[in-house]
């Protein structure tokens, strides 16, 4: 007894559609995401000032998320002690 061969299904248009968006989707949607920001900072700010320094932002803290976690405390450590006019002690339990 011979096994049957069903002819093979043509490629439909979606499938294709499907298979791109599946393989490249998330790449796009990831580059248009800053694309879409800077054209919004452009409209409304007419620079891209808050563009760049969220993207420097970002690639700082991503070398070195403990040391990024570190100087922020240090920077509202300072900011506290100089709004309340008091001094920075090491022993201060809110640090």
């Not at 049957?4 to 490249?24: E, H, I, M, N, Q």
């Not at 700082?60 to 008091?86: D, E, F, H, K, P």
């Amino acid at each position: 007894m011979e096994a049957a061969t069903l002819p093979a299904r043509p490629a439909v248009r979606g499938d294709r559609v499907k298979a791109f968006v599946g393989t490249y989707g998330l790449i796009l949607l990831l580059l248009a995401l800053p694309v879409y920001f800077g054209i919004y900072d452009l409209v409304h700010d007419g620079n891209l000032t808050r563009l760049g320094n969220n993207l420097v932002r970002t690639a700082s803290q991503a070398g070195s998320s403990g040391a990024g976690t570190l100087i922020r405390r240090a920077v509202v450590r300072q900011n506290y002690c100089n709004a309340t006019g008091s001094e920075s002690r090491s022993g201060n339990s809110l640090w």
